[in-house]
């Protein structure tokens, strides 16, 4: 790893979402291409960071591979949620 480059460029969350996804006034524009194959493009989705979305509180100042492996740890506790709610209503069902 070159060390010198976050005293060039800070790399965290925040600043990926500034150069990759174009973030500006705490919006991130989303645009996601056709799966068709055709020209025509799904509506672009407007995600608003604020202190309501707790990824964003958790991780903006954060370095990014430390952002993947809190993502990584909140994904597997949803899809552990997920299985629960699905067992338990699949046991619930005669």
């Known amino acids: 790893m070159d060390l010198s480059v976050p005293l060039h460029h800070p790399w965290t969350y925040e600043a990926m979402l500034?150069?990759?996804l174009g973030m500006h006034l705490n919006k991130v524009t989303v645009t996601e291409p056709a799966t068709d194959g055709a020209s025509s493009r799904k509506p672009a989705r407007v995600y608003d960071?604020?202190?309501?979305?707790?990824?964003?509180?958790?991780?903006?100042?954060?370095?990014?591979p430390e952002v993947t492996d809190d993502?990584?740890?909140?994904?597997?506790?949803w899809k552990s949620e997920y299985d629960n709610i699905s067992n338990s209503s699949a046991q619930e069902d005669p």
């Open 71 to 77: 993502i990584e740890e909140r994904l597997a506790g």
């Open 18 to 20: 500034h150069d990759i």
């Open 49 to 64: 960071l604020s202190i309501t979305d707790p990824i964003w509180v958790d991780n903006s100042g954060r370095a990014f």
